[in-house]
């Protein structure tokens, strides 16, 4: 069993900045792919960014140049750091983690976000 916990969620204006972390346990946790993903009132769950193993990245069009997707795996981290915040930004935010050996997928309890004046 792999435990997943956000944090970092807040309250930030327009143009602001904030960092999620996502905190996985397990002792492989350099093997886990990572995920974050968002869910925005009324819409349903996407895709935000993702890391691999290997550090390779993607994103999802909407925050391409503004939010950057980083792992230490001696923490067990992975983070979000999200800059130029939009009103449309607003979400919870989900982590997840996907450990290749047993191929399961875990999910965190997400944390709100909410860019607003």
């Known amino acids: 069993q792999v435990q997943v916990v956000e944090s970092g969620g807040g309250l930030v204006q327009p143009g602001g900045s904030l960092r999620l972390s996502c905190a996985a346990s397990?002792?492989?946790?350099?093997?886990?792919?990572m995920g974050w993903y968002r869910r925005a009132p009324g819409k349903q769950r996407e895709l935000v960014a993702t890391?691999?193993?290997?550090?390779?990245?993607n994103y999802v069009d909407s925050v391409k140049g503004r939010f950057t997707i980083s792992r230490d795996n001696a923490k067990n981290t992975v983070y979000l750091q999200m800059n130029s915040l939009k009103p449309e930004d607003t979400a919870v935010y989900y982590c997840?983690?996907?450990?290749?050996?047993?191929?399961?997928?875990?999910w965190g309890q997400g944390t709100q976000v909410t860019v607003s004046t």
């Open positions: 890391i691999t193993s290997g550090g390779s990245t």
């Open positions: 397990g002792s492989i946790f350099s093997s886990y792919y």
């Open positions: 997840n983690a996907f450990v290749p050996s047993s191929r399961i997928l875990y």
